[in-house]
Nanobody
């Protein structure tokens, strides 16, 4: 059974850092595209970053240079390191993958950037 479980969210001051984790079960993260999305109140869900099977990464312009997506194959976990956080980064962050013809999402983890 495919399952994605996010953790690591919380309240942080502007300029601070957080690391989100996405623990996967039911498949191997190294063989599929893994992505992070986020959704702020009143906004549509937006793509943040992806890591593909070769380890190549892509980022939305709004987070490029501040966020880093990585993968630990031994732990079957994907991470999102977020630095220099801004109030506009406040959102629920979701882990996502597409396999076996279906989209899979985690339950989300709340990130709040506020002083």
């Amino acid at each position: 059974q495919v399952q994605l479980v996010e953790s690591g969210g919380g309240l942080v001051q502007p300029g601070g850092s957080l690391r989100l984790s996405c623990a996967a079960t039911g498949f191997t993260v190294s063989t599929y595209i893994m992505s992070w999305y986020r959704q702020a109140p009143g906004n549509q869900r937006e793509w943040v970053a992806s890591i593909i099977t070769g380890g190549i990464t892509n980022y939305a312009d709004s987070v490029k240079g501040r966020f880093t997506i990585t993968r630990d194959n031994a732990k079957n976990t994907v991470y999102l390191q977020m630095n220099s956080l801004k109030p506009e980064d406040t959102a629920i962050y979701y882990c996502q993958t597409y396999l076996y013809g279906s989209d899979y999402w985690g339950q989300g983890t709340q990130v709040t950037v506020s002083s």
